[in-house]
């Protein structure tokens, strides 16, 4: 017998993804319902072969369904998520809203499995951020080996990390670059984002620092170990799809490079490639569509005792959101509900 899983958001770019790995990864469902708004109701949305139309979720009942997989925003999960919760399905959320709440897990699969039972307290799990995710991934091998001190982390996010309304703001701000009597303000972002990086995303608070960069710090430090010391600078770039990072890391103990290269090339969610060579690295537009986070450019870093950099990509659609949110759902069902 299969669970009975519920999409909430399921017209959006996540949540579409989210359909689409279900399906990739076969995922044992003896019911799937695709759940939106009521400007949404009826629209049609893919699930492995078959097709399927979304549903009210003002009116849904998450009676008898498992688990239900949020990707909306904060305000409305604030409404939908606990109605879900009571009703007994257990929700998995993109979101923001509980990633900081104490009694609700944060989990990433490859990095801290064992949390997985916390999830009753409020019967939610939450799924971290998506530069967060793929650099908890790269940092927790290397953490177990020689535990990190400090992380220094820039990164490159695409706009796709902002929505349909950001894609769509690249994309007819690049048609425009090649037609002027075409200008395209913006709006999404706070500034042209063609041609353009903004070291910008998400609002400026007390300290200089933005939300993202302090999501980054904060999560870092409840998935892994609250002793890492993390500084972040989060820059939005002219890429659809994938977020880059350039991480360098300080060890308490020494840890080579080349150690550190067969560690990242033995764990769990991570490809290495990293040849010193033209090309010899993965860029953003080479992960699109994959499961894996990418690692290339580790060497040491000689400007420290014990140091290294590292170049990490992954599909921030995947990993940074869809596919973490589908992989708590099979660790759930390995570990706790063991009903497929």
């Not at 399921?10 to 990739?24: D, P, Q, S």
């Not at 995922?27 to 139309?53: H, M, N, Q, W």
């Amino acid at each position: 017998m299969g669970y009975k899983i519920a999409i909430v958001g399921a017209t959006g770019n996540v949540g579409r993804e989210m359909l689409n790995i279900l399906a990739e990864r076969q995922f044992p469902a003896d019911e799937i319902v695709a759940l939106a708004s009521r400007k949404s109701l009826g629209t049609e949305v893919s699930f492995g072969e078959r097709t399927l139309k979304t549903r009210d979720l003002d009116t849904f009942d998450f009676t008898g369904y498992d688990m239900a997989l949020f990707a909306i925003g904060s305000e409305a999960t604030k409404q939908y998520a606990p109605k879900a919760a009571k009703a007994g399905c257990v929700v998995i959320d993109n979101s923001s809203l509980y990633r900081y709440d104490s009694q609700v897990p944060l989990i990433v699969p490859e990095v801290n499995p064992e949390a997985i039972t916390e999830y009753s307290k409020k019967n939610i799990i939450a799924n971290p951020n998506c530069s967060t995710a793929q650099m908890v991934v790269a940092l927790k091998p290397l953490h177990d080996r020689a535990r990190i001190k400090r992380v220094v982390v820039s990164t490159y996010q695409s706009v796709s990390g902002a929505g349909k309304d950001g894609i769509d703001e690249l994309w007819d701000q690049t048609k425009s670059i090649y037609n002027p009597t075409d200008d395209k303000p913006a709006k999404k972002f706070t500034k042209q984002i063609a041609f353009n990086v903004i070291p910008h995303i998400d609002v400026f608070m007390e300290d200089g620092s933005t939300k993202e960069e302090w999501k980054m710090v904060a999560e870092t430090k409840k998935i892994m170990d609250p002793q890492i010391k993390v500084t972040a600078t989060c820059v939005r770039v002219p890429v659809f799809v994938g977020h880059s990072e350039a991480i360098n890391i300080e060890f308490e103990d020494f840890l080579d490079e080349d150690e550190a290269r067969d560690i990242l090339r033995e764990a769990p969610g991570i490809m290495v490639v990293d040849k010193r060579e033209d090309g010899g690295y993965v860029t953003p537009i080479e992960c699109v569509g994959d499961f894996a986070t990418f690692i290339s450019r580790i060497r040491q870093d000689s400007t420290i005792d014990n140091g290294l950099n590292l170049w990490c990509v992954s599909d921030n659609l995947r990993k940074g959101a869809a596919l973490n949110a589908v992989q708590i759902a099979e660790l759930l069902g390995n570990r706790v509900l063991k009903k497929g």
